[in-house]
């Protein structure tokens, strides 16, 4: 069997390049007592990895080069020397390399059941992003019928699915994101009550005060930047904003000047807090089976971005940048 493994070959020195990866062919290893020979099959790509290919201490320790890249992934188990494990087994796992082939204890995956759901979907909605959508979103918005709830990065993994359970909860939904094909779906699939496209607004704290005309009750900010600011520019008394994410800084080379926004949360006795899933960690199965509820109810759409080939990860993960996808960007190894 062929295998191969694909490394952090360079820092990048803002956005990242595909000269700071490299592919390299490895033997295939053998699994010893109590561990699992994995097949990757599907590999997740995500904005937070940005900031562990950097040397700089965050809540995660930094890829170190010359060694593979990792995150969440599907595998298929080859081979098992542990007893609750058989050839055939699908497992999900967080992380794993980015490589064809690997062994690693049985203690470290979760078995998945095949039927209910397509595989993917383990990566998304019924995985670390839907996760993350649905603790934010509740735990820190605490939502409340007929709010008003905006989401920035509406049409990428996390945005979906926070617009999808704003709805369910009974919110008045905005969602910002880059293109009129992403408004088109965040409108007529997902039923968010109002889109901005954050390209063609020439002001956009103007727009988001059009789209929210009884002000912004509960802010999902999945990019940061100047987006955010016009956000809070609009948010009411007692307002919520939920920080997951800040894509639109993560490749800045130095720290961008922006509102001091202190006087304005303490004017609005607003509150606002980062939180990373591994806060909730021992919360995750009640989260897992809301989430596969609603799926299941059809309360939850999903859709994916699957770009195939095992060597096109590091391509996938750049487009990220480019906001290249509309709901999950996922790579298919086969």
């Known amino acids: 069997m062929q295998n191969r493994q694909i490394i952090l070959k360079s820092r990048p020195a803002g956005r990242p390049t595909q000269d700071n990866f490299e592919i390299r062919p490895i033997e295939v ?5 109590g561990e699992l020979l994995l097949k990757s099959l599907y590999i997740s790509v995500d904005p937070y990895m940005r900031g562990r290919m950097s040397d700089a201490k965050s809540y995660v320790e930094p890829f170190q080069v010359g060694e593979p890249m990792s995150g969440g992934a599907v595998a298929e188990v080859t081979e098992s020397r542990h007893p609750d494990f058989s050839a055939g087994d699908v497992v999900v796992s967080r992380p794993l390399a980015w490589q064809e082939y690997q062994t690693v204890p049985a203690t470290s995956v979760q078995k998945v059941d095949k039927n209910p759901v397509p595989l993917s979907y383990y990566l998304g909605i019924l995985g670390m992003t839907g996760l993350t959508a649905y603790f934010g979103f509740l735990d820190i918005g605490q939502p409340k019928k007929g709010e008003t709830v905006v989401v920035s990065g509406a049409a990428g993994a996390v945005g979906t699915a926070v617009g999808q359970i704003a709805k369910i909860y009974g919110c008045s939904v905005v969602g910002i994101a880059g293109s009129d094909e992403k408004l088109r779906y965040l409108k007529d699939e997902l039923h968010f009550d109002e889109v901005i496209n954050y390209h063609t607004e020439k ?5 988001i005060a059009r789209a929210c005309p009884d002000g912004v009750d509960i802010y999902f900010d999945n990019v940061g930047g100047a987006i955010s600011d ?15 994410g800040q894509i639109a800084l993560y490749n800045a080379t130095e720290v961008p000047a922006g509102p001091r926004i202190q006087p304005l949360i303490l004017k609005k006795s607003a509150l606002m807090q980062g939180f990373i899933i591994g806060n909730y960690a021992n919360r995750l199965p009640e989260g897992l089976a809301r989430l596969t ?27 990220l940048f480019d906001g290249v996808n509309t709901g999950k960007l996922i790579v298919e190894t086969k």
Do not use: S
């Open 293 to 319: 509820d609603w799926v299941k109810k059809g309360k939850l759409k999903h859709r994916e971005t699957v770009i195939k080939g095992f060597e096109k990860l590091p391509e996938a993960f750049i487009g």
């Open 230 to 244: 016009a956000v809070l520019a609009n948010i009411n008394k007692f307002a919520r904003i939920a920080v997951c």
């Open 29 to 33: 290893p053998v699994p010893g007592d």
């Open 203 to 207: 002001d956009m704290e103007q727009a």
